[in-house]
C-alpha cells in the first residue's frame, strides 16, 4: 500500500504496519478501518470480515461497519475516514455522522434503510432483543490527530445510542463506548502488541505486607493496596494503564446491573469489605521491591512501569469516582498482584490467561486436537497454504499478515455450510469449537486438508463475487446485478449460497456422490486456485441467489426457509446445467470423486 501524502512513518511504526499490508489496498478508504477493527477484534480473515460486516455505500446512513459477535455479546459500529494527508485535525462531522448511524441503526424504518445495511439493522435489532448484546462500541476511525471537537461529537453520538437502547429495548443491560481511532490512537494500539507495559513511571503503593512467589522466568508479589492510590494512579495514566487488556475501560451506565456502576457503589458503600468483595486486579511490572517498614510497621511497594492485565473496569471506576464519591471510600483496600516476567513467551501467556477479556478462545483447546494436528501436517504438502489448526498468530497476524493464512475459523465456516449448516457457519460458529459433538461433526476423522481447500475455495469465490457485485455503483448496476447486491447485503448470505451450492453437488459434478468429505481436486491445488476453479460454477449460480433471499430473514435462523430456499435454488440449478453444462464440465473434471 502506497504511502499516503504527509504521512511519515519513521516515529509512526503502527502506521507503517498498516501501509505495509498491500492485502487491504483492495478497501481503498476502508483499508484502515479494517486494519483497525482487526487490530482490536483479532479475527484472522480480514476478507471473509469485510464480506460479512462492511457496510460502506453512497447511502450507508452513515455506517461504515456494522460488526455483531453474539459469541462475543458486542455490536461495533464504526466510520471511517482517510485523508491524502495525515497533518492536522479529522473532520468532526464524520463523527457527528455516528450519531446519525446509531439512530438508523437502532430505530430507523427498516424499509427505508438501503440493502447494504437492512440485513444489518436487523441483526442488531435481533440481538438486542434476544438479549444477546452486553456492549455497543462506536469507532471513528481516521489518519489524523485526535481532537477535542471530535470527542465532543463522539459524547453526543454515545448519549444518542444509550438513549435509543434504553427506549426500545428497556429491559437489557447495554454498555455504550465511543472512541476516537486516529494517529496516535493507532500507534497505542501497535504499541500495546508490542510491549504489554506502557507506563513506565515508578510509583510507591503503601501495603500491609504481602508474600512472593517466584519462578525461572517470573516473580509475583500478592497484598493488598489503597483505593486512593489506585485513583491517583488512573488520574496520571488512565488507559494507558490498560495496555494489556484491549477493551480499556467500558464507561459506567447507570444501572444496577452493570459492573462497573456496581464497583463503584460498593466501593462508596461498603469501604471496608471493598477488598473482600472484589475480586482485584492483576499488574504487569518491569520491576519491584517491597521496602522495609516504618515504626507504625507499615510497609511500601516501589513498582516501575504497570500494565493492568485483569481488574481494568475495578480501575476504571475507582478512578472515575468524583472527589466527594472518593472521601467515602477512605480505607477501602484492592487484592493485587504484581508479576515481573523476563520470558516473553510466558509474558504473553499471562496476558492471555489472566485477561478475561482477552479469554483464551475455544480454538486454542483444540489445537493439540488430533485431527487438527493431522491437518497441520497435511497442509505442509499443500502449495501457498499456511494453516495452523487452532494455533493462533495473535495479534501479530494484524502486523504482517501471512498471504498463504488458511484461516481455521474460516475453515471451520466453510466445511459446516458446505455440508447444510450455513445457520452454525454464520451464527454459531464458536459452538463448533466449543461443543465437542459439534466439533467432531464438522472436523470428523475423515476430513482432510485437501478437502478442506475443496470447501474453502468455495467461501472465497463466493466472496469474491459478493465484492464484485458490490463494487458496482449503484446507479451502474444492471436489474441483475441489482438482484445479486440484494441477496449479497443480507447478513449469512455468504454461507447460505455456499450451503445451497454443497447441497447441489451432484447436479454441478453430475454423479452421484456417497461422502461428500471424500471431495477433493485431482491436483493438489493451493487455496487461491481453488478458489478461480470455483469461480465460473459460483457465477452461474448466483443467478438463482433470488430464490435464497427468503431464507435470509432472520439471520438464518428460520431452519424451515432455509430448506425451502435451498430446495428451490436446486431446482433452477439443475435446469441450467443442462443448458450450460460447460463451467460444470469444466469442475467435474477437476474433482476427485471418491
Given at each position: 500500500?502506497?504511502?499516503?501524502?504527509?504521512?511519515?512513518?519513521?516515529?509512526?511504526?503502527?502506521?507503517?504496519?498498516?501501509?505495509?499490508?498491500?492485502?487491504?489496498?483492495?478497501?481503498?478508504?476502508?483499508?484502515?478501518?479494517?486494519?483497525?477493527?482487526?487490530?482490536?477484534?483479532?479475527?484472522?480473515?480480514?476478507?471473509?470480515?469485510?464480506?460479512?460486516?462492511?457496510?460502506?455505500?453512497?447511502?450507508?446512513?452513515?455506517?461504515?461497519?456494522?460488526?455483531?459477535?453474539?459469541?462475543?455479546?458486542?455490536?461495533?459500529?464504526?466510520?471511517?475516514?482517510?485523508?491524502?494527508?495525515?497533518?492536522?485535525?479529522?473532520?468532526?462531522?464524520?463523527?457527528?455522522?455516528?450519531?446519525?448511524?446509531?439512530?438508523?441503526?437502532?430505530?430507523?424504518?427498516?424499509?427505508?434503510?438501503?440493502?447494504?445495511?437492512?440485513?444489518?439493522?436487523?441483526?442488531?435489532?435481533?440481538?438486542?432483543?434476544?438479549?444477546?448484546?452486553?456492549?455497543?462500541?462506536?469507532?471513528?476511525?481516521?489518519?489524523?490527530?485526535?481532537?477535542?471537537?471530535?470527542?465532543?461529537?463522539?459524547?453526543?453520538?454515545?448519549?444518542?445510542?444509550?438513549?435509543?437502547?434504553?427506549?426500545?429495548?428497556?429491559?437489557?443491560?447495554?454498555?455504550?463506548?465511543?472512541?476516537?481511532?486516529?494517529?496516535?490512537?493507532?500507534?497505542?494500539?501497535?504499541?500495546?502488541?508490542?510491549?504489554?507495559?506502557?507506563?513506565?513511571?515508578?510509583?510507591?503503593?503503601?501495603?500491609?505486607?504481602?508474600?512472593?512467589?517466584?519462578?525461572?522466568?517470573?516473580?509475583?508479589?500478592?497484598?493488598?493496596?489503597?483505593?486512593?492510590?489506585?485513583?491517583?494512579?488512573?488520574?496520571?495514566?488512565?488507559?494507558?494503564?490498560?495496555?494489556?487488556?484491549?477493551?480499556?475501560?467500558?464507561?459506567?451506565?447507570?444501572?444496577?446491573?452493570?459492573?462497573n456502576f456496581g464497583i463503584k457503589e460498593t466501593a462508596k458503600g461498603q469501604p471496608d469489605n471493598f477488598?473482600?468483595?472484589?475480586?482485584?486486579?492483576?499488574?504487569?511490572?518491569?520491576?519491584?521491591?517491597?521496602?522495609?517498614?516504618?515504626?507504625?510497621?507499615?510497609?511500601?511497594?516501589?513498582?516501575?512501569?504497570?500494565?493492568?492485565?485483569?481488574?481494568?473496569?475495578?480501575?476504571?471506576?475507582?478512578?472515575?469516582?468524583?472527589?466527594?464519591?472518593?472521601?467515602?471510600?477512605?480505607?477501602?483496600?484492592?487484592?493485587?498482584?504484581?508479576v515481573k516476567c523476563t520470558n516473553t513467551a510466558v509474558l504473553g501467556d499471562i496476558v492471555k490467561y489472566?485477561?478475561?477479556?482477552?479469554?483464551?478462545?475455544?480454538?486454542?483447546?483444540?489445537?493439540?486436537?488430533?485431527?487438527?494436528?493431522?491437518?497441520?501436517?497435511?497442509?505442509?504438502?499443500?502449495?501457498?497454504?499456511?494453516?495452523?489448526?487452532?494455533?493462533?498468530?495473535?495479534?501479530?497476524?494484524?502486523?504482517?499478515?501471512?498471504?498463504?493464512?488458511?484461516?481455521?475459523?474460516?475453515?471451520?465456516?466453510?466445511?459446516?455450510?458446505?455440508?447444510?449448516?450455513?445457520?452454525?457457519?454464520?451464527?454459531?460458529?464458536?459452538?463448533?469449537?466449543?461443543?465437542?459433538?459439534?466439533?467432531?461433526?464438522?472436523?470428523?476423522?475423515?476430513?482432510?486438508?485437501?478437502?478442506?481447500?475443496?470447501?474453502?475455495?468455495?467461501?472465497?469465490?463466493?466472496?469474491?463475487?459478493?465484492?464484485?457485485?458490490?463494487?458496482?455503483?449503484?446507479?451502474?448496476?444492471?436489474?441483475?446485478?441489482?438482484?445479486?447486491?440484494?441477496?449479497?447485503?443480507?447478513?449469512?448470505?455468504?454461507?447460505?449460497?455456499?450451503?445451497?451450492?454443497?447441497?447441489?453437488?451432484?447436479?454441478?459434478?453430475?454423479?452421484?456422490?456417497?461422502?461428500?468429505?471424500?471431495?477433493?481436486?485431482?491436483?493438489?491445488?493451493?487455496?487461491?486456485?481453488?478458489?478461480?476453479?470455483?469461480?465460473?460454477?459460483?457465477?452461474?449460480?448466483?443467478?438463482?441467489?433470488?430464490?435464497?433471499?427468503?431464507?435470509?430473514?432472520?439471520?438464518?435462523?428460520?431452519?424451515?426457509?432455509?430448506?425451502?430456499?435451498?430446495?428451490?435454488?436446486?431446482?433452477?440449478?439443475?435446469?441450467?446445467?443442462?443448458?450450460?453444462?460447460?463451467?460444470?464440465?469444466?469442475?467435474?473434471?477437476?474433482?476427485?470423486?471418491?
Amino acid at each position: 500500500m502506497a504511502q499516503r501524502q504527509g504521512s511519515s512513518t519513521q516515529d509512526a511504526p503502527g502506521y507503517a504496519a498498516f501501509e505495509s499490508r498491500d492485502d487491504l489496498a483492495e478497501y481503498g478508504d476502508n483499508a484502515l478501518l479494517l486494519f483497525v477493527a482487526q487490530l482490536r477484534l483479532g479475527f484472522d480473515d480480514v476478507d471473509t470480515f469485510a464480506s460479512n460486516c462492511l457496510t460502506d455505500s453512497n447511502n450507508d446512513k452513515k455506517c461504515d461497519l456494522v460488526a455483531v459477535s453474539a459469541d462475543k455479546q458486542r455490536i461495533v459500529l464504526a466510520q471511517g475516514y482517510m485523508s491524502k494527508t495525515t497533518s492536522g485535525e479529522a473532520p468532526a462531522n464524520k463523527a457527528s455522522d455516528l450519531n446519525t448511524g446509531v439512530s438508523w441503526l437502532l430505530s430507523g424504518d427498516l424499509d427505508g434503510l438501503p440493502e447494504t445495511l437492512r440485513g444489518a439493522a436487523q441483526e442488531v435489532r435481533d440481538a438486542l432483543a434476544g438479549d444477546e448484546i452486553r456492549e455497543l462500541q462506536l469507532w471513528y476511525v481516521h489518519n489524523r490527530q485526535e481532537s477535542k471537537n471530535v470527542a465532543d461529537e463522539l459524547t453526543q453520538a454515545l448519549r444518542t445510542a444509550d438513549g435509543i437502547i434504553k427506549r426500545e429495548f428497556p429491559d437489557r443491560d447495554v454498555d455504550v463506548s465511543a472512541v476516537e481511532i486516529g494517529r496516535a490512537a493507532l500507534e497505542e494500539e501497535y504499541a500495546r502488541m508490542q510491549a504489554p507495559i506502557l507506563v513506565s513511571d515508578e510509583f510507591t503503593f503503601d501495603v500491609p505486607g504481602g508474600f512472593e512467589i517466584e519462578a525461572a522466568d517470573w516473580s509475583a508479589f500478592s497484598t493488598a493496596v489503597e483505593v486512593t492510590a489506585l485513583r491517583t494512579l488512573w488520574e496520571t495514566h488512565k488507559t494507558k494503564l490498560m495496555s494489556p487488556n484491549i477493551r480499556d475501560y467500558l464507561g459506567v451506565v447507570r444501572s444496577s446491573g452493570n459492573i462497573n456502576f456496581g464497583i463503584k457503589e460498593t466501593a462508596k458503600g461498603q469501604p471496608d469489605n471493598f477488598a473482600i468483595f472484589n475480586n482485584g486486579i492483576t499488574v504487569l511490572v518491569n520491576d519491584y521491591e517491597l521496602q522495609s517498614g516504618d515504626d507504625e510497621g507499615k510497609q511500601s511497594l516501589r513498582i516501575e512501569g504497570a500494565g493492568i492485565v485483569n481488574g481494568g473496569q475495578t480501575t476504571g471506576a475507582l478512578g472515575s469516582l468524583n472527589p466527594t464519591e472518593a472521601e467515602s471510600t477512605a480505607g477501602a483496600m484492592v487484592m493485587a498482584r504484581f508479576v515481573k516476567c523476563t520470558n516473553t513467551a510466558v509474558l504473553g501467556d499471562i496476558v492471555k490467561y489472566n485477561n478475561t477479556q482477552n479469554k483464551v478462545e475455544a480454538t486454542d483447546f483444540r489445537s493439540k486436537d488430533a485431527v487438527q494436528d493431522r491437518l497441520r501436517k497435511e497442509f505442509e504438502t499443500v502449495p501457498d497454504a499456511d494453516y495452523r489448526g487452532g494455533r493462533r498468530g495473535g495479534a501479530t497476524d494484524a502486523i504482517q499478515r501471512s498471504k498463504t493464512l488458511v484461516p481455521d475459523s474460516s475453515v471451520a465456516q466453510a466445511l459446516a455450510a458446505f455440508h447444510g449448516e450455513p445457520n452454525l457457519a454464520y451464527n454459531e460458529t464458536r459452538s463448533i469449537w466449543d461443543n465437542d459433538a459439534v466439533y467432531s461433526r464438522v472436523f470428523r476423522d475423515a476430513v482432510t486438508a485437501t478437502h478442506i481447500v475443496y470447501a474453502y475455495g468455495l467461501l472465497k469465490a463466493i466472496e469474491q463475487a459478493k465484492l464484485k457485485i458490490l463494487g458496482i455503483a449503484e446507479d451502474e448496476r444492471t436489474d441483475a446485478q441489482k438482484r445479486h447486491a440484494a441477496f449479497f447485503s443480507a447478513r449469512g448470505s455468504n454461507y447460505l449460497l455456499l450451503a445451497a451450492i454443497g447441497s447441489c453437488i451432484e447436479t454441478i459434478l453430475g454423479v452421484a456422490v456417497a461422502d461428500r468429505h471424500s471431495l477433493r481436486f485431482k491436483k493438489n491445488l493451493s487455496p487461491a486456485q481453488s478458489t478461480a476453479a470455483w469461480q465460473p460454477v459460483v457465477d452461474l449460480a448466483m443467478a438463482f441467489s433470488g430464490h435464497l433471499a427468503p431464507a435470509t430473514d432472520r439471520g438464518l435462523k428460520a431452519q424451515d426457509r432455509v430448506k425451502k430456499a435451498i430446495e428451490d435454488f436446486s431446482s433452477m440449478l439443475e435446469a441450467v446445467r443442462s443448458a450450460n453444462p460447460v463451467p460444470f464440465d469444466a469442475l467435474a473434471a477437476a474433482t476427485q470423486k471418491a
